[in-house]
């Protein structure tokens, strides 16, 4: 059983930066791959990022490209969404998940059997 939890959402203007963060607690933390979505009001989660078990991996949704990094300490069972140039088409909630482990970088939410609560960002305009 994994156990996840993010935090580091708020309010920030649009082009400023957040850094969001994802503790997941539970064994063999390094074995999953690890995942961004977000979940605008109204609408689906949508795949933002995700980084293999090791790290040395990575993929982004085209919405987020050249602006979101995401890494992983798996020392400290941590993963991070770092955003920059934020846009006001950023808002929603933003959901880490722990993947099945699998030989591709997982980017459907179905692959994902364990979730966070979810964090605010809201960027204004």
């Known amino acids: 059983q994994v156990q996840v939890v993010e935090s580091g ?3 920030v203007p649009a082009g400023g930066s957040l850094r969001l963060s994802c503790v997941a607690t539970g064994r063999m933390f390094s074995m999953y791959p690890m995942g961004w979505f977000r979940q605008a009001a109204g609408k689906q ?3 933002v990022a995700v980084i293999s078990d090791r ?3 990575l993929d982004y949704g085209d919405s987020v490209k050249g602006r ?5 300490d798996n020392v400290k069972n941590t993963v991070f969404l770092q955003m920059n140039s934020l ?3 950023d808002s929603a909630v933003y959901y880490c998940g722990a993947a099945y482990t699998s030989p591709w970088l997982p980017k459907r939410t179905r692959d994902y059997p364990y979730w ?3 964090t605010q960002v809201t960027v204004s305009s």
């Open 87 to 89: 846009k006001p088409e």
């Open 68 to 72: 979101f990094t995401i890494s992983r």
């Open 55 to 57: 790290g040395d991996r």
């Open 116 to 118: 966070g609560q979810g």
């Open 45 to 47: 989660r949508e795949f």
């Open 9 to 11: 959402g708020g309010l």
